[in-house]
DNA sequence: GTCTATACTTGGATAGAC
DNA sequence: GTCTATCCAAGTATAGAC
């Protein structure tokens, strides 16, 4: 086999990759906070999900937060990348509100996001825990203000509104949704927000007509103030 | 004194009101709730917080989950009867935006909503909470849809938009506002949203100008679909 | 690195005295 | 109704064998 001396010897932490263990309870974390929540993602129930000790959980991450951290940590790195390749060709923002529907679907179906709640939530719970996931929220909404201004550039709008305000209710936006949702099984009203929102990025683009191609509209109406 | 035999013997539950302690318990879990969150709200911290013993949580409740539920029933009637009479005079979308911010101050002030996030998230937790939480959330939603409506008579955005959309949309935007403003603590993202959103209610209520006043607007752009 | 075993703590819940 | 005392389950964390 090709698994000689040699190679085994190199395969520990930090050099070739994580152990498998450390991965398991990363993905194990994560699937246990969607399920259980915060106060149900216990070392024992996160090691039961994994298929292993419950001692591990403390070699490897020395407490339970931490773990619940690090799978932070991985959702969140793993959802950011595929949003950037999600919006990379986006420049309007009904194209914008468009993609976010679809992402929101895929989180609503994988629960990603309600890793964040369970987070956030648990948060208050635990002494130290709040500016930790605080740190890794701000990638969240620094991403959504990147996406709206990409996607005002050149229009009026871009003016009228700070971006970093609506990518603020954005976030808030997702997260309450994810809850609402989550709570009784319905997503029907959340997608048809997405419909909504869209019909309104439509209407406000033709407000001064389409910007970016005939390039002759640069003030909005007066009322926009 | 007027405390006589016969008038303490009628003070008992359900017939004068409830008791002190059993009062007392139900403010002690909103105060731990707010503070501690979900995970946090054990029988113990709230029986510390009230100043009674412990076991008194399972003679007046039964279990901690009943009790907590009882302190969303008493937070839920309490804060929904003051929307009421908070949106009492409301006709217009911009001022029921500024009616919703000034409640959105207070609730984040006094920690109210925190409640509310802290119930949903430890649904995911407890078996057969999802339910309870759901049946407590949904007044919410229903008043948010009804002050939408009242809001939008006679304006081309009541056949524009569907009040009950809205109305998610506005509580998953209220929760969500709570999350990220309670994790650090900024709570000047929130507010200037509210700005914002006074300004759009100005601008589309200025599309077709003061309906409700000279009656001439009953259709709105046709790009309003 | 992984397991077993164990110490310690906290929490839900009940019994019985007052 | 309230308190003390107690039981039991579950959780965090560590020590030590393999």
């Given amino acids: ?25 990363i993905d194990a974390a994560t699937e246990t906070l969607k399920a259980e929540g915060f106060a149900g993602a216990s070392a024992r129930a996160i090691a039961g999900r994994a298929g292993c000790n419950q001692g591990l959980v403390f070699y490897h991450f020395g407490s339970v937060v931490n773990l619940l951290l690090a799978a932070l940590d991985a959702v969140s790195a793993d959802r950011l990348e595929h949003y950037g390749t999600a919006v990379s060709g986006v420049d309007s923002p009904s194209e914008l509100v468009e993609v976010a529907a679809a992402i929101f679907q895929e989180d609503l179906d994988a629960g990603y996001v309600s890793v964040l709640v369970a987070m956030i939530a648990g948060a208050s719970s635990t002494p130290g825990l709040g500016p930790e996931v605080a740190d890794r929220i701000a990638p969240w909404i620094q991403f959504a203000q990147q996406a709206v201004e990409v996607s005002l550039v050149d229009s009026w709008l871009s003016s009228a509104i700070p971006s970093q305000d609506v990518a603020v209710a954005v976030v808030a936006l997702y997260l309450g949704l994810e809850m609402l949702t989550h709570l009784d099984g319905d997503r029907a009203p959340a997608l048809a927000l997405f419909e909504h929102a869209n019909r309104f990025a439509a209407l406000f683009a033709s407000m001064t007509g389409p910007t970016t191609k005939d390039g002759s509209g640069e003030t909005g109406p007066e009322e926009a103030r």
Same sequence: chains 1, 2.
Avoid at 11 to 23: A, F, I, L
Wanted: no cysteine.
């Fill in 1 to 25: 086999m090709a698994k000689s001396g040699t190679v085994s010897k190199i395969r520990h932490q930090g050099v070739v990759g994580p152990s498998d263990t450390r991965r398991a309870l």
